[in-house]
Each structure stands twice: as structure tokens, then as C-alpha cells.
């Protein structure tokens, strides 16, 4: 099952979304709670990690 992460930076913790618009709202939402760029990352149980972008 894919699912997405969060991170505030490439080494921290991730926040695990089922989906990616799941995903986007919770990084716009922190980013400017935070002031900071979130890391939003694929996770792909057969492929691996993928970025996908930064908000």
C-alpha cells in the first residue's frame, strides 16, 4: 500500500498520510503554522522513497 510522508527535513520523523491530498493539506497547513518548507515524500512499498515536492 502507498503512502505519503511528511518531513520537515530529509533526517526527521515523517507524519504518515494515506493519500496525497491528505498529504498537501497537512504540509500547507505546517508549513505556514512552522514558517518552514515541508518535504512531502512517496512511499512505495515495492519501489521505495520518492520525493515529490516541497510546500
Same mark, same amino acid.
Given at each position: @500500500?502507498?503512502?505519503?510522508?511528511?518531513?520537515?527535513?530529509? !533526517? !526527521?520523523?515523517? *507524519?504518515?498520510? #494515506?493519500?496525497? #491530498?491528505? #498529504?498537501?493539506?497537512?504540509?500547507?497547513?505546517? #508549513?505556514?503554522?512552522?514558517? *518552514?518548507?515541508?518535504?512531502?515524500?512517496? @512511499? !512505495?512499498?515495492?519501489?521505495?522513497?520518492?520525493? *515529490?515536492?516541497?510546500?
Amino acid at each position: @500500500m502507498t503512502t505519503y510522508e511528511l518531513r520537515d527535513d530529509p !533526517d !526527521d520523523l515523517p *507524519i504518515i498520510c #494515506a493519500t496525497l #491530498a491528505k #498529504a498537501e493539506r497537512r504540509s500547507r497547513r505546517r #508549513a505556514a503554522r512552522l514558517g *518552514i518548507e515541508v518535504l512531502i515524500y512517496k @512511499m !512505495d512499498p515495492r519501489r521505495g522513497e520518492r520525493f *515529490i515536492g516541497a510546500i
